[in-house]
């Protein structure tokens, strides 16, 4: 009786023929994960802050600021009343435009100094959502 319970045990533990070390559910998921592009927070992002922003900044001024370089996404952040926060978070395409646009740290904005830093992403430090420009 034992060597027959061995026997099950060890075919029960054995993974079934041509599937891997995977489970059918991880497998699936592997699929599919396969024939999707990733998740759009995995990506890799080229994203920097910009803090002490004067409270009445446009978009537009953030991408006359950066010039010559063309941000993909500007993102103005708010406080939790709804009003600017003086700060923006800026994509670019490419890690040579992070270095460019870091060389604008402490220069002026209608007479403020902007501090430009690299925006690092993490599982506990997601992008802010975009605001919709109404």
Known sequence: A???ATASAAAASAPPPNKGLLSSDEESEAEEDAAQPPPADTEQRF???????PFKTKEQEIVAFLHPLKPKEVRMTQDKQGRPSGRAFVDFR???EVAQALRRNRDY???RY???TREEYGPENAPPPRTSAE
């Open 94 to 96: 490419s890690e040579a």
């Open 2 to 4: 034992t060597a027959t």
């Open 114 to 116: 902007i501090e430009v």
């Open 47 to 53: 994203t920097v802050k910009l803090r002490g922003l």
């Open 109 to 111: 904005l209608k007479g």
